[in-house]
């Protein structure tokens, strides 16, 4: 059985580019969340989607957006990058708080 | 909002010494604390959790306790191995928001 996984799982991006990182959760998972997780910091929340619908966003600008797909995968988007965006962008899937499963993530360097 | 506080930020110990980690947090409405740990370059790994309704958990060498009346939660880890080395997160989560709050993580070397 497959964990969380995500791709690309590293990418370079120059700034004002825009940036789309997919995620697939673990089967029968309906839950996916989305973390951004800078150098020597903890993972911190970017949004929640479950069946296809946004539950929980955290504060980011509206440069980032996010979608689920009827298959439950997960795209998240962002806008015009800056070199602050360079991170490691965490993807986290759940049947309930307690089942959270992060995938190993992709690496966005903004240059 | 939620806010987790994570100390010491950095922690070495002798091989075979025990280590503890500790967290506090600002909502009494947080009722699942979940511990991970990151070893470089790699996931964040679930490797203990504790409800609310639970003062103490454990597995193996790894043990949890919890002071809801304080508000903090320690992770504590026996007989430390040369394995156990890696970045270790506490995290927050209120019933229902299904946004976890990580602490800023604690870097834990065990020398041999």
């Known amino acids: 059985d497959a964990g969380v996984t995500q791709s690309p799982t590293h990418l370079i991006k120059t700034r004002g580019q825009q940036v789309t990182l997919r995620c697939s959760p673990i089967s029968g998972h309906k839950s996916v969340s989305w973390y951004q997780q800078v150098l020597g910091q903890g993972p911190q929340f970017i949004f929640q989607?479950?069946?296809?619908?946004?539950?929980g966003r955290g504060n980011f600008p509206d440069r980032f957006s996010a979608r689920q797909f009827p298959n439950y995968s997960s795209e998240l988007n962002v806008n015009a990058l800056l070199l602050g965006d360079s991170a490691l962008y965490l993807c986290?899937?759940?049947?309930?708080?307690?089942?959270?499963?992060f995938g190993s993530g992709t690496r966005l360097t903004v240059v | 909002g939620e806010n987790v506080e994570q100390h010491p930020s950095t922690l070495s110990v002798q091989e075979g010494d025990s280590a503890v980690i500790k967290c506090t947090y600002s909502d009494s409405a947080s009722n699942y604390f979940p511990w991970y740990k990151q070893e470089l370059g790699k996931r964040p790994q679930l490797i203990i959790d504790i409800r609310s309704n639970v003062g103490e958990k454990k597995d193996q060498r790894i043990a949890v306790t919890l002071n809801k009346t304080a508000k903090h939660f320690s992770l504590h880890i026996t007989e430390t191995q040369p394995e156990d080395s890696a970045v270790y997160f506490c995290?927050?989560?209120?019933?229902?928001?299904?946004?976890?709050?990580f602490g800023q993580g604690t870097r834990l070397t065990i020398n041999p």
């Open positions: 989607y479950y069946e296809k619908e946004e539950r």
């Open positions: 986290a899937s759940s049947q309930g708080v307690t089942s959270t499963t």
């Open positions: 995290a927050a989560i209120i019933q229902g928001a299904q946004k976890l709050v």
